[in-house]
């Protein structure tokens, strides 16, 4: 017998990951694919970043286990940073460095969660967030965000879907895949509520803090009585360009990230040192290179969005943040090209892979089928060609 565990069968394939391999297989086959379903800066990795981890490896000292949860100058860099950055007293033993954020946020589930745990998770969502919770035999409450609303969940919905079985909720700011940015206001209404509930701890997935054009950067750690209710998320993949040196972390009250560190001590112990060096010249360098990065993802926010507006039949917001666009693409559900019916996110990605030769996600994947998610980390030149290939195609369904 080839019988899986109940809890892999719970859980799909990553869907990001998933439409990325199908646009490598067309590639491969020599169709001229533009891939716009990843969140993949199409920038390098500083040249100061890859200098230092060249520089640890010519030095011959970082070739041992590092300690589980970082390199202690790492980890107090961490405390540091949010300390003068983002107002928030963490410490060194407040982190914990792990093999990209998606593994940081699986520790903290695992070494949180129970069988019968229900977790509040903000929709539209990172893929992972409800795979994860899943994953843990707990159970995710989707508290869902609507387009006129920019996808923001508000702190009544909050208050109206937590129970007894509530341990913690989970959302990202910016967000993945809808680049909303929720305000002070916003998350001082959501800390409120979650302060009244005695126990409750929220996830708060910070990974895209740079990309945010709002020009208001607030850490829910920082806000009033939810340091010890905060678990912080990041990593150095999106702000830095370091996609596949995989670091990640968290900055969580102490008990929370010792028992991160004992989930990760056991599954893959510390990350890559060589990364790690890497990791450490990002976070104590000028931020002058992410900056560069931010302001062509905010060019190429403008353009996507007047683009998008051309479309007829695609309703799209106004993203602040992160490098995606959520747009609602539902009213293609039903028409045909005469060769094949458009009834969901999903065959309206595939027909876009097939005849447009664009890349995209299916909205389900994220919590909302009548919408698709645009990775706008490409060129101008590609992000302008795939608009015209949409338009162009979308214009053959009736």
């Avoid at 890349?359 to 795939?386: H, M, Q, T, W």
Wanted: with cysteine.
């Amino acid at each position: 017998m080839k019988n899986l565990s109940d809890r892999i069968n719970a859980i799909e394939e990553s869907a990001t990951l998933a439409m990325a391999a199908k646009a490598r297989e067309f590639k491969s086959r020599g169709i001229d694919v533009i891939n716009l379903s990843l969140g993949e800066p199409d920038f390098k990795t500083p040249q100061f970043i890859c200098d230092a981890a060249k520089q640890a490896i010519d030095t011959g000292t970082f070739f041992s286990y590092p300690p589980v949860a970082g390199y202690q100058d790492l980890r107090e860099a961490l405390a540091l940073k949010y300390q003068n950055e983002n107002n928030v007293p963490y410490k060194a033993e407040n982190i914990v460095v792990s093999n990209g954020a998606k593994q940081s946020i699986a520790n903290v589930m695992l070494a949180l969660l129970n069988p019968g745990d229900e977790v509040i998770v903000f929709s539209p969502y990172w893929v992972s967030y409800d795979a994860l919770v899943r994953l843990c035999e707990a159970t995710p409450v989707l508290v869902k965000g609507t387009i006129e609303n920019d996808f923001k969940a508000t702190a009544e919905q909050v208050e109206k879907a937590i129970t007894s079985k509530t341990k913690a909720l989970i959302f990202s700011s910016p967000c993945n895949p809808t680049g909303s940015v929720f305000s002070r206001k916003e998350l001082e209404a959501i800390a409120a509520v979650v302060l009244k509930h005695e126990g409750l701890l929220v996830i708060a997935d910070e990974i895209y803090e740079h990309i945010n054009f709002t020009g208001e950067r607030v850490s829910l750690a920082s806000l009033p009585g939810m340091f010890e209710r905060t678990i912080t998320v990041n990593g150095f993949a999106k702000g830095f360009a370091m996609t596949g040196w995989r670091v990640g972390y968290i900055a969580a009250p102490k008990w929370i990230a010792d028992g991160s560190n004992k989930v990760q001590g056991q599954i893959t112990s510390a990350n890559c040192s060589i990364s790690q060096r890497g990791a450490l010249a990002a976070i104590v360098g000028d931020l002058a290179s992410t900056n560069t990065m931010v302001e062509a993802y905010h060019k190429r926010r403008d353009i996507v969005y007047n683009l998008l507006k051309d479309i007829n039949g695609v309703k799209a917001n106004y993203p602040q943040g992160a490098f995606y666009f959520f747009p609602d693409v539902s009213s293609f559900y039903g028409k045909s090209d005469g060769a094949r019916t458009i009834k969901n996110g999903d065959d309206f990605c595939l027909f876009m892979l097939e005849v447009a030769n664009v890349s995209l996600v299916p909205g389900s994947a994220f919590g909302d089928d009548n919408c698709v998610r645009i990775s706008y980390a490409a060129s101008e030149k590609e992000l302008i060609e795939a608009m015209r290939r949409m338009k162009e195609t979308l214009a053959k369904l009736k």
